[in-house]
């Protein structure tokens, strides 16, 4: 994987996991509104983030697990 799209990989998974630290529970459009970000790219950073342990859905809804808030916050 080239060292520039991990980079921005990791920013993508960043700017998620700081909108549901401050939105709590936030479906994947209103994370792209938030973010800015595309819904592609918000739907690939919610399936790494959940593979990590970081993000759980139930529905449309994503949120922090406490991996999360303990690791990453």
Do not use: H, P, W
Not at 41 to 51: F, G
Request: proline residues 0%.
């Amino acid at each position: 994987m080239n060292v520039s799209i991990a980079q921005q990989n990791e920013r993508i998974d960043n700017r998620i996991l700081n909108a549901l630290r401050i939105e709590d529970r936030l479906s994947r459009v209103a994370l792209a509104k938030k973010t800015g970000l595309d819904l592609e790219d918000v739907k690939i950073s919610i399936q790494r983030l959940k593979k990590q342990g970081y993000v759980e859905t139930r529905g449309s809804a994503c949120f922090l697990t406490e991996l999360a808030e303990d690791v990453c916050f």
